[in-house]
């Protein structure tokens, strides 16, 4: 539970419809969804079902057609856009499927990038992206460009600067998706390890392996959360 | 080579878009660029139309120091002893009235000392040339007149050699006609008659005169002699004439250069300006193209690995690419001629009318040759380094990965194409700055008289007519008095010549009570004028009193000094009531009676030079230009001015009648014209440069999409984003700046006696130009930055 007693997220009938071409797609429809702080939650579903547009509501990535998003119990649907970079910036932590570290800029500088935007001090960014690579054992590699990394390595730095910002939440859509298993292991490894330290986390996955990490695991289906299982329901 | 020409062909069809960009842009450097060379190879690099052209030399009788100078006509009696040269020639132009054939006319003239057309080897369409017979002393009168006179005031008669002509009141016997091919002295307007130079009195009297240096002299190389030989030679007589005539011709000097030379010399700075401007131009073009191959290059990779792995050797697909940019540039070229044949007429039109030969200019069949020379040497430039750059992909690689990354060769390779496209627009831009300073500084120059609201005509008085100064000095009176009573006429005023018009006259002096040395040199330039002359032409009266009717002929001889020539010549002291001996009209010595400001003669540019007055009817010429001012519009009452003349002698026929604003334009004309070219230059290459760097990076933020969605994913704003454009904008700018202000320091230096009143390095322009050119620099990144702000950040989830 947040400090004053609401959750940390939650979703009051949200929709999300595109128009593409005079064609409308319901990619949500009528979503209600609460994340507690500390809480590890993950979403699952068939492809086209809606998770990532899900996720990319939850980071403000994207603004829902209709409904309510209280942030930390502040409504956060209709900000303005800087407004929302502001957010994403200091509250959400991402982790993408493609590890989207940015290839021109070493393993130090792509966790840093976010901190950048916060016109933080450098003294203290240093402090805080040292800290973040060694959490995730990537310390050692901060000067190297993501092109020399594996790809396990690149997801781990991604986690890094996902981290490094101490956000309300982590949000992973499909972390592992383009990992060998081991690789795949180690990063969950590293957000169970995560979470146990308090983080919050929400992430999409296809691998019911992976989504038993979670305390909590949704269902999602053609834009509906179809079905919420606790750890020990699906333990049974 | 059918097949890849082909290939090209059908590649260009399926992107019309890309290819009419490429087209606009090549065609526009290559049209600017034939036009200009069209020019620089008319004026200054096609032989002159005469046999034998690079065998005739300029014999010049220069005062040490000056450029160019004129001999007198028994210097050129003298320079004929020469065994290296033959067929010395002097000549010099002025005007006579031709009557008895239809309206009264003013003509252009040239007089000789003998045979020109020998000289030049050109042959007459009809009759023979002068003889020495004929350019003697007391000969009869004779002269040689143009085709196109021959056709227009004689009915193209073939008898017409052997008939007579009246001018300047008296018969000429025509000895022959000169065909349309032949035309000399090369100036803007066709001569349309040749005649001895003892044709006029004053002609005659200025003819005997050792000290009279106003003949430009011309001779052929001897056969078996060199120029240099000549040149000793000739230099040698000037020596001993330098010598044996100390009184006039110790401060001088003969030179010979080459007649070519001696023509084209005044122009070749300001046209190879201006074709190393167009030249910058057209190097722009091609960077700009060469980027926009680049990125499509990058857009074809798959097909051309493909070609690779089909077993294209590389030389191949180097020739492939080399072809379709060669078949772009040949469309450009096309094009690009097409555009010079207007932008020529546009160039010639807007020209200064001295530019000798420019009028002759055409886009012929050498100019022809040289753009499509230039459009398939532009291809291969461009073409090059995206073919290279093509051929070095491996195949394997790009075959394998669905994603390409930004090439980081490629986009270097882009990056300092548009940093060198910046460069040289600042080296075009500060290069228009300095000229177009130039241009201002001249136009704001105090000319000394006001212009406004004047009115000027030349009038010439045949000797026939008007054969002493009595005559002369009535119908000058009657002339002032004439135009004085036009209404809207203020005042009506007349000197012997006007400044800025063209026709100047020095006269030495001598200040009484001085010993004279002969290596001084007392001149100053000359005008005989009216008594209200300071008055209509707005000349400020310093010091004194200016002439009154009263100053006549019959008066005390009187004298009236400029400025500098009062400061000069009496330092210190009060310049009135001195006495002083002028060159002309052996008066005797005349007392200085006033000091008015200093008036610019010949040039905007020219130094404050000693200048003198005299009263007209005290020192009458049988030629002199009239000046009204006007109440208002000048224009409007120039047909009255003409109207009063016929009034006076129906034989005189009026001349050009023009205002001194037109002359005061016209002494800019040739500034404005290089500025103005030089400017637009600038512009275009300013303009490509924007559009080089606006390409580079819209493809730039197009390629980082991904990355910028990402950045956006995790926070950034707007103006962060917008920065990260506009940081690599500013990045290619300053580069581009400062390789550019380095090399316009150093190059503008070669422009310097162009400018005027500002230096090759002048801060402040340079200081303006980049300033212009960084804002070009941020308009252009204004859209991609924009474009990279819209990018969805969404676009960082959608693995791909
Ligand atoms: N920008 C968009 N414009 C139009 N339609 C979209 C857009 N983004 C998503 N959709 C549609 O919304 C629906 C949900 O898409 P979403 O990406 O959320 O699915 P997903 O559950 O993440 O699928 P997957 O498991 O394949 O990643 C799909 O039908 C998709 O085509
Ligand atoms: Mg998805």
Redesign the pocket.
Known sequence: MAENGQPLIKLDGVTKV?F?DEVE?H?LSGIHLQIDKGEYVSIA??????????LSILGLLDSPTEGQYFLNGRPVAELPASERARVRNREIGFIFQSFNLIGDLTVFENVELPLTYRGMKSAERRQRVEAALERVGMAHRAKHLPSQLSGGQQQRVAVARAVAGEPLILLA??PTGNLDSRSGEAVMDLLRELHRGGATICM?T?DPRYARHADRSIH?FD?RVVEEQTEMAVTE | MITDLRQAFRLLLTAPGFTSLVVAVLAIGIGATTVIFSIVDGVLLRPLPFADAERLIAIQSVTRGDDDGTASVPDVIDLKAARTVQDVVGYTGGSVILTGRGEAATLLTTFVTGDLMATLGAPLLRGRSFADADVRPGAAPTAVIAEHLWRERFGADAAVVGGTATIEGQACTIIGVAPETFDFPIQSKRVDVWLPIATTQIGAQLASQRGAHFVHTIARLAPGASAEQAAAELGAIGERLAREFPKSNAARLVRVVPLQERIVRQHRLALTVLLGAVGAVLLIACANVANLLLTRGVGRRRELAIRAALGAGRGRIVRQLLVESVVLSAIAGAVGVLLSLWGLAAVVAASPVDIPRLHDVRIDRGVLAFAALLSAATGIAFGMIPAFQASRLDAGETLKGTTIAADPRGVRTRQILVASEVAISLLLLAGAGLLGRTLLNLQRVDVGFAAERTLAMEISLPDTRYPNDPARIAFYRRTIDALRSIPGVRSAAAGSTLPLTGNDMGIGFRVEGRPVRDEDHTNAAYHAVSPDYFSTMGIRLVRGRAFTARDDEQAPPVLVVSETLARTYFPGEDAIGKRVTIGYHNSGPREVIGVVADVKESELSEKAQPEMYAPFPQTPWPFFSVVVRTERDPAARAAALRAAIVRLDPEQPPGDVQTLTHYVRLATAQPRFTATLASAFAAIATLLAGLGIYGVLAYGVAQRRREIGIRLALGAQPGDVRRLVMTQAAALGAAGLGAGLAGALLLTRALSSLLFGVTASDPTTFGAVSLLLMAVVVAAAYLPARRATRVDP?IA?RAD
């Open positions: 595109f593409t797609t990619a579903g068939p492809s086209g079902c809606g998770k990532s547009t899900l859509d499909e999409v296809h999602v834009g | 969404m989830l």
